[in-house]
């Protein structure tokens, strides 16, 4: 069993930064896929990125360039760093793991881009 708990979305202009904050109750060991999803209003869910190995993290091309997971071990944490956001980066951002053939998911956190 996982618990993943989602922080560090909000409101934020064209242009700006969020970091996401991503939780687990366990250790990351075996952890994998993980990393983060979001769906906007009237869409379906869609991978953002995602650590499939601790050497390989799959990308959107939407956010390429722009967006950069990274996993903190010691602290059971993964982040979403989030640059230049635009108004099509507004959703709610899911945090995803699996383990054991099982997947779990966080509440989700809004982050809304907008003048």
């Known amino acids: 069993q996982v618990q993943l708990v989602e922080s560090g979305g909000g409101l934020v202009q064209p242009g700006g930064s969020l970091r996401l904050s991503c939780a687990a109750s366990?250790?990351?060991?075996?952890?994998?896929?993980m990393g983060w999803y979001r769906q906007a209003p009237g869409k379906a869910r869609e991978m953002v990125a995602v650590?499939?190995?601790?050497?390989?993290?799959n990308y959107a091309d939407s956010v390429k360039g722009r967006f950069t997971l990274s996993r903190d071990n010691a602290a059971n944490t993964v982040y979403l760093q989030m640059n230049s956001l635009n108004p099509e980066d507004t959703a709610v951002y899911y945090c995803?793991?699996?383990?054991?053939?099982?997947?779990?998911w966080g509440q989700g956190t809004q982050v809304t881009v907008s003048s």
């Open positions: 995803y793991a699996k383990l054991n053939m099982r997947e779990y």
């Open positions: 650590l499939t190995s601790s050497v390989s993290t």
């Open positions: 366990r250790s990351l060991f075996r952890l994998y896929p």
